[in-house]
């Protein structure tokens, strides 16, 4: 398919062939260490249900996992009490989470290999194998991008990965994988990367053969970048039989997808006409979705002041019928909390709710804000640079009003203070933009496609020229 078909249906024909609109209150419903947002405004108050999860039904999908899916991304960090240099996950209140979210419905958890360093499959596997095996999934992925990058193809390709994918199973203390993922494709060269990873080694067969003998239950992919990937991999679907496609939807990427994207309007489109299950990625933006201009938030709380700003966000991703999860990276109980409230049960979007949120993302993406994420894919960098955190503080200022063009501005004397002393609050002076040296490692691991030594160069020239008052 061609990049043309990027443009998508109108919204009220989409919603209407997709059985969303007037009707999507019909839907068939059941009862690392970043902070990625607040919910604190609005934030509900009360009991939690704990058997009021939503779920959508899907004739191939037998377990019915929750609407509301763990995503083990981001699990909290403390400082190793051994004296090491690096953080080390909490496994006690990663332990605390996921007793909350077996208890109030969440039965979907989602990890990787490169996790948290490479420590959050071990993580997730203490925490889950506390409990029933049969009471959760677990969903991890073959991420072995890094290997193909670093010049591993061929048989050493396929070894490596066959040793990460039976790791996984180690990490996980399990003997079958739910949910298993074919991690990050699209990212770097495109469909020379994907050649590479998974058809030219014969990786992709064994993968196969695996799911076959039971040991992988379900077989899908993630997709970041190079739509030419994305429409290769649905040609194969008559012959391969995609359990599911994980994608980046939320109501900015719907239809506003920033460059090196596409569109989540075209990519559920492909995937509900072939009735592939949809799990949903970055439902908050990286968490800026969660806590946006003042003037949007009040907007949007006006309409429910007992519900989130982040809550919309995940009513959006959650009100279409093909979506089967929506991932949350929920590090502090807070979170978890507020999420759980907005999914049991979800209230859908109505057709005048869809139309706000697209007037929300169309205002939005007048600001001109690094599209991260904060997924930490570029980290660790070897200059010690915190590139996610430098783009945190710079959007955040942004949302904020606090970005001005010269000392002549309105308010610069206010707009300076707040940028350069959050700066230095939030990311220590030796991890700020100025230690960039252009190394371009970052790059080709970001899924966002982001120049990022080009934005980082941009943000250090203007703390430089707030530093000079100009």
Not at 222 to 250: R, T
Not at 378 to 396: E, T
């Amino acid at each position: 398919m061609s990049k043309n078909n990027n443009q998508g249906i109108d919204r009220r024909n989409f919603l209407k062939i997709f059985g969303l609109g007037a009707a999507a209150t019909t839907v068939a419903l059941t009862g690392c260490k970043t902070k990625i947002g607040t919910v604190t405004q609005g934030s509900p108050q009360g009991e939690i249900p704990t058997d009021k999860m939503s779920h959508h039904d899907f004739p191939a999908i037998v377990d019915r996992p929750s609407l509301l899916g763990y995503g083990c991304m981001r699990w909290p960090m403390i400082a190793d009490p051994n004296g090491g240099d690096q953080e080390i996950i909490d496994q006690e209140t990663v332990n605390g989470l996921v007793d909350f979210a077996l208890a109030h419905g969440i039965t979907y958890f989602d990890t990787a290999p490169m996790y948290c360093r490479g420590l959050s499959e071990k993580a997730t596997g203490i925490a889950l194998s506390r409990h029933s095996r049969d009471s959760y999934y677990i969903a991890t992925k073959m991420s072995n991008h890094r290997l193909a990058l670093g010049g591993m193809k061929g048989k050493e390709l396929l070894n490596a990965s066959v040793e990460m994918y039976r790791n996984s199973f180690k990490s996980l203390q399990t003997d079958h994988i739910d949910y298993y993922l074919l991690h990050n494709l699209g990212g770097g060269s495109g469909m020379d990367l994907l050649m590479q990873r998974f058809f030219d080694n014969g990786l992709l067969e064994f993968l196969l053969k695996e799911r076959e003998a039971g040991r992988i239950r379900h077989l899908g992919f993630s997709f970041h970048g190079d739509v030419k990937v994305f429409d290769y991999m649905l040609s194969l679907h008559n012959d391969i039989k995609w359990d599911f496609v994980q994608i980046q939807m939320n109501y900015v990427d719907y239809r506003h997808a920033t460059e090196g994207n596409v569109r989540a309007e075209y990519l559920y489109g492909e995937l509900a006409q072939r009735n592939i299950p949809v799990v949903v990625m970055e439902p908050l933006l990286g968490g800026r979705l969660s806590n946006l201009t003042d003037h949007l938030n009040e907007q949007l709380l006006e309409r429910y002041p007992q519900q989130s700003v982040a809550s919309w966000a995940f009513r959006f991703a959650g009100s279409f019928p093909n979506v089967m999860t929506v991932l949350s990276g929920m590090t502090y109980m807070e979170h978890l909390q507020d999420n759980l409230r907005t999914f049991s049960p979800l209230n859908p979007l109505n057709q005048e709710e869809f139309d706000l949120l697209e007037e929300t993302a169309e205002e939005l993406t007048g600001f001109p804000t690094v599209p991260c994420t904060g997924c930490k894919y570029c980290m660790p960098c070897p200059y010690g640079i915190d590139i996610p955190s430098v783009f945190a503080h710079y959007n955040k200022c942004i949302n904020e009003g606090n970005i001005v063009s010269s000392a002549e501005d309105n308010d610069y004397r206010k707009a300076r203070r707040a940028f350069l002393i959050g700066y230095d609050r939030s990311v220590p002076k030796l991890r700020q933009a100025n230690h960039c040296i252009g190394c371009r490692q970052c790059v080709t691991d970001c899924p966002q496609t982001i120049n990022i030594p080009s934005e980082l160069r941009k943000i250090d020239r203007y703390v430089e020229k707030l530093k000079r008052g100009e």
